[in-house]
């Protein structure tokens, strides 16, 4: 990968995880990727549009992962477990987009040429 812009902080289940923009994914075609162990979200720069709905791919792997909804085994979820995962990291999702629209707006100068 190339350089990253660190754009915001986010707090999950008592732990602290960055959200950085890069300009691309060296050799794949890749939007984003969480990385638990590094508690990092990595970003594609793209139109605000397509990042935000990659940020919130993102983010439901990693309120998936931090709540111990392991997604490394095959699992199979019915209408009732989606629904109750929808209703629990709504607002967690919804928080840390505005958040992030917030300050990537603000620091949108920064990244793009």
């Given at each position: 990968m190339n350089t990253e812009h660190e754009i915001m902080t986010f707090e999950v289940n008592g732990l602290i995880y960055k959200i950085v923009i890069v300009e691309a994914f060296q050799g794949d075609n890749l939007l984003g990727l969480a990385e638990y162990p590094q508690k990092k979200i990595t970003l594609k720069l793209e139109d605000i549009d397509v990042m935000i709905k990659t940020l919130k791919?993102?983010?439901?792997?990693?309120?998936?992962?931090?709540?111990?909804h392991n997604q490394h085994e095959t699992k199979s979820y019915n209408n009732e477990d989606i629904c109750e995962i929808v209703a629990c990291s709504n607002n967690f999702i919804n928080e840390n987009v505005a958040k992030f629209k917030k300050n990537f707006t603000e620091q949108e100068n920064?990244?793009?040429?």
């Open positions: 791919h993102e983010l439901t792997h990693v309120w998936l992962e931090e709540f111990g920064n990244y793009r040429g």
